[in-house]
């Protein structure tokens, strides 16, 4: 059994200017730990390349896929509202990362992999189908979702998010589709405004989308109860062929973008509730990839113990 780790150094050339928290030192910081504590020894190390452009086009517009291309060819520009910084390395990152998530999936279809975890960024939650937002341009778990059900042919994938910002672009992308199940527990009211309990998805698609409202101070008992009772009790009913994760660890206690106080150990938790999920559900098949986390000590240490529980 072997649990990929996805990493390329072209992920730190996506340069989003000083004092950004979404910087190329958070990705750095966990490689460092990953390093050093020696996890490494129990994953299987993977440079990606980029994914076509066409493959994103299986979510996105061809004219966003086009503008990502020419915005911060020569020069940085601000979209989003002004906090999703295209830089000249940054179409490559994202593109990196698109690709990191595909060949992930592939290799765990083909039973290369049992699992991975796609070490990325900019992140992809919040892009929507024509729009770069909340500091991502590609929505790469939105990527391999689609590529699970057009090219490899699954009837029903899962993506669970637990990233503190609900996944507006996500849950756009799919809540007309019975056959992709997004979950999200999240921070709310909090940034981008989306994902109150009630949105659970439109005509056929009512009743695969999932929204767990958080609130500011709630900590690991809220989140772990809430995941337990509805999240993994939804899931269960669904019966997933593949689980995607949307991780990120920015609901952790020192993180600067939020206010609900997760500790480190939580993410261990939650990682093994959803790969036992995965071994009853979906023949163990999960991939994970990096959304936010902010301060670069918590989410080495979260994404530490997020690996142990996926290897
Ligand atoms: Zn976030």
Same mark, same amino acid.
């Given at each position: 059994?072997?649990?990929?780790?996805?990493?390329?150094?072209?992920?730190?050339?996506?340069?989003?200017?000083?004092?950004?928290?979404?910087?190329?030192?958070?990705?750095?910081?966990?490689?460092?730990?990953?390093?050093?504590?020696?996890?490494?020894?129990?994953?299987?190390?993977?440079?990606?390349?980029?994914?076509?452009?066409?493959?994103?086009?299986?979510?996105?517009?061809?004219?966003?896929?086009?503008?990502?291309?020419?915005?911060?060819?020569?020069?940085?520009?601000?979209?989003?509202?002004?906090? +999703?910084?295209?830089?000249?390395?940054?179409?490559?990152?994202?593109?990196?990362?698109?690709?990191?998530?595909?060949?992930?999936?592939?290799?765990?279809?083909?039973?290369?992999?049992?699992?991975?975890?796609?070490?990325?960024?900019?992140?992809?939650?919040?892009?929507?189908?024509?729009?770069?937002?909340?500091?991502?341009?590609?929505?790469?778990?939105?990527?391999?979702?689609?590529?699970?059900?057009?090219?490899?042919?699954?009837?029903?994938?899962?993506?669970?998010?637990?990233?503190?910002?609900?996944?507006?672009?996500?849950?756009?992308?799919?809540?007309?589709?019975?056959?992709?199940?997004?979950?999200?527990?999240?921070?709310?009211?909090?940034?981008?405004?989306?994902?109150?309990?009630?949105?659970?998805?439109?005509?056929?698609?009512?009743?695969? +989308?999932?929204?767990?409202?958080?609130?500011?101070?709630?900590?690991?008992?809220?989140?772990?109860?809430?995941?337990?009772?509805?999240?993994?009790?939804?899931?269960?009913?669904?019966?997933?062929?593949?689980?995607?994760?949307?991780?990120?660890?920015?609901?952790?206690?020192?993180?600067?973008?939020?206010?609900?106080?997760? +500790?480190?150990?939580?993410?261990?938790?939650?990682?093994?509730?959803?790969?036992?999920?995965?071994?009853?559900?979906?023949?163990?098949?999960?991939?994970?990839?990096?959304?936010?986390?902010?301060?670069?000590?918590?989410?080495?240490?979260?994404?530490?113990?997020?690996?142990?529980?996926?290897?």
């Amino acid at each position: 059994m072997t649990c990929g780790f996805v990493y390329h150094e072209d992920y730190l050339e996506h340069k989003t200017g000083p004092g950004h928290p979404e910087c190329p030192e958070r990705v750095a910081s966990i490689v460092d730990v990953v390093r050093s504590s020696g996890l490494l020894q129990d994953l299987v190390e993977h440079k990606p390349s980029e994914a076509a452009r066409a493959s994103l086009e299986a979510v996105h517009s061809a004219d966003h896929v086009a503008r990502m291309h020419e915005v911060g060819k020569s020069s940085s520009a601000r979209l989003g509202g002004g906090d +999703t910084v295209v830089a000249p390395g940054s179409e490559r990152a994202a593109l990196l990362a698109s690709g990191g998530v595909l060949e992930s999936v592939q290799n765990v279809m083909e039973g290369t992999w049992s699992r991975a975890f796609v070490c990325c960024r900019p992140p992809g939650h919040h892009a929507e189908q024509s729009a770069a937002m909340g500091f991502c341009m590609f929505n790469h778990v939105a990527v391999a979702a689609a590529h699970l059900r057009k090219e490899a042919g699954l009837e029903r994938v899962a993506i669970v998010d637990f990233d503190v910002h609900h996944g507006n672009g996500t849950q756009h992308l799919f809540e007309q589709d019975p056959s992709v199940f997004y979950a999200s527990l999240h921070q709310w009211p909090h940034y981008p405004g989306t994902g109150a309990e009630g949105e659970r998805g439109i005509g056929d698609g009512e009743g695969t +989308t999932l929204n767990c409202p958080m609130a500011a101070g709630t900590g690991d008992k809220e989140w772990m109860n809430a995941l337990e009772s509805q999240v993994i009790r939804q899931l269960e009913e669904f019966r997933p062929q593949f689980l995607l994760i949307s991780a990120g660890f920015d609901a952790h206690r020192r993180d600067p973008l939020s206010g609900t106080q997760l +500790t480190t150990g939580i993410y261990r938790d939650i990682t093994s509730r959803l790969r036992e999920l995965a071994e009853r559900q979906c023949e163990g098949r999960v991939v994970s990839l990096l959304e936010g986390g902010y301060n670069l000590e918590a989410l080495a240490e979260s994404v530490a113990v997020h690996l142990e529980a996926m290897r």
